[in-house]
């Protein structure tokens, strides 16, 4: 049994982030087993309140899962191989934890550990217009793709194909790294990039 929050005031977080999902129970005192979306995943370390939404739906399938408690109040989080095991003042057992499995969890942005210089966050580039040094508009950062020896920009732009007259999607693929990226400007929402047109 999940036991209810103390506190149901505390508010949603206005820049709430997903950062991982509860997998399952570990052990038998209540510990969550949460795979982060993130192979560094300071953002569930840095803050002490994660927020739950349930699972989402699948569709075809009957039935309602029991509504978790709102927010997590973490007692102790740690890493375990490539999951983070974490207990909460909410889930008392193991059947609280297993209960919770598929429940979706959040992190205010707010709460983040401040990144160096020439670091962002992948949510922060989310969205961001680029452009090349022709000032030149090449789309939007649609999201990123992890390649394992860098991060690449997957940037789309919707365009209207000639002699057909119907809007289509193009896609770019631009690696996140110094020799193509000549700026961040988190503050104007663009990136700046040595790209052109037709790559």
């Known amino acids: 049994m999940v036991a209810p929050a103390q506190d149901d005031a505390i508010a949603w977080p ?3 982030v997903e950062v991982g999902r509860i997998a399952g129970a570990w052990g038998i005192k209540g510990g969550l087993k949460v795979l982060p979306f993130s192979g560094d995943p300071q953002a569930l370390f840095s803050s002490r309140r994660w927020f739950v939404q349930p699972p989402e739906a699948k569709p075809g399938v009957k039935g309602t899962v029991a509504k978790p408690p709102a927010v997590l109040r973490i007692t102790s989080a740690r890493e375990q191989g490539d999951a983070i095991v974490a207990t909460a003042q909410e889930v008392a057992d193991r059947n609280a934890a297993e209960a919770m499995r598929g429940c979706r969890l959040f992190v205010a942005r707010s709460s983040f550990p401040t990144t160096g210089s020439d670091e962002y966050y992948w949510v922060d580039l989310i969205g961001l217009a680029v452009v090349n040094r022709e000032g030149e508009a090449l789309g939007l950062v ?10 690449v920009l997957r940037v789309t732009q919707v365009a209207v194909a000639e002699n057909v007259g119907a809007p289509i999607e193009r896609e770019r693929l ?23 047109l037709d790559y």
């Open 174 to 196: 631009i690696p996140f790294v110094a020799a193509y990226i000549d700026e961040v400007s988190l503050e104007d929402r663009r990136i700046a990039v040595d790209w052109g």
């Open 14 to 16: 206005c820049d709430a």
């Open 142 to 151: 649609a999201d990123l793709i992890d390649t394992g020896a860098h991060s």
